[in-house]
T-cell receptor, first 113, second 113 residues
Framework: GDSVTQMEGPVTLSEEAFLTINCTYTATGYPSLFWYVQYPGEGLQLLLKATKADDKGSNKGFEATYRKETTSFHLEKGSVQVSDSAVYFCALSVRSNDYKLSFGAGTTVTVRA | NAGVTQTPKFQVLKTGQSMTLQCAQDMNHEYMSWYRQDPGMGLRLIHYSVGAGITDQGEVPNGYNVSRSTTEDFPLRLLSAAPSQTSVYFC????????????FGPGTRLTVT
């Protein structure tokens, strides 16, 4: 089946530090890959996506590259802010089950001033 | 344009009680889904719908019921609440089979005692 594994948290960083959250996947088809973010007390928002190999998704200073050879989609940001404190979810969707997102367990990130 | 709305925001039930979680979207999206979020497990799909009058089961459908009589509304019914249904419930919608992004509501935090 389809599954996503992401690094466990929690992760605590100082402002302006570099953030990486690892994500790997297994999929029955050719997946589209996503990072969703959940700020405290809110629902999930799409942060970025990539729909084919070697695509780079980017938004709000975050980036992730679709690596088919390593089945990975790691999230990075070069200089985090306190406002980046949130839970980050890696997810995938395949065309044969396009109604469904398969999520990783989520990584809680706390950025300290 | 309110997006995806959910009510109530919080609910406490006793074991054996029934209730309905409401979800509505005003974007004319074909697809709607219900997920539950549990610590360390990401989000798991309960039920989904690809259009009015069409529903199907996701990964964890037991104890839940859905219907989709209109494009806008997708209520989730708990038939006889159990402590294992204590969770945060998210409703999501997607425009159609071609689109990638799912839009999430703010969530309902349910506690069953």
């Amino acid at each position: 089946g389809d599954s996503v594994t992401q690094m466990e948290g929690p992760v605590t960083l100082s402002e302006e530090a570099f953030l990486t959250i690892n994500c790997t996947y297994t999929a029955t088809g050719y997946p589209s890959l996503f990072w969703y973010v959940q700020y405290p007390g809110e629902g999930l928002q799409l942060l970025l996506k990539a729909t084919k190999a070697d695509d780079k998704g980017s938004n709000k200073g975050f980036e992730a590259t679709y690596r088919k050879e390593t089945t990975s989609f790691h999230l990075e940001k070069g200089s985090v802010q306190v406002s980046d404190s949130a839970v980050y979810f890696c997810a995938l969707s395949v065309r044969s089950n396009d109604y469904k997102l398969s999520f990783g367990a989520g990584t809680t990130v706390t950025v300290r001033a | 344009n309110a997006g995806v709305t959910q009510t109530p925001k919080f609910q406490v039930l006793k074991t054996g009680q029934s209730m309905t979680l409401q979800c509505a979207q005003d974007m004319n999206h074909e697809y709607m889904s219900w997920y539950r979020q549990d610590p360390g497990m990401g989000l798991r799909l309960i039920h989904y719908s690809v259009g009015a009058g069409i529903t199907d089961q996701g990964e964890v459908p037991n104890g839940y019921n859905v219907s989709r009589s209109t494009t806008e509304d997708f209520p989730l019914r708990l038939l006889s609440a159990a402590p294992s249904q204590t969770s945060v419930y998210f409703c999501a919608s997607k425009r159609d089979s071609v689109s990638y992004e799912q839009y999430f509501g703010p969530g309902t935090r349910l506690t069953v005692t």
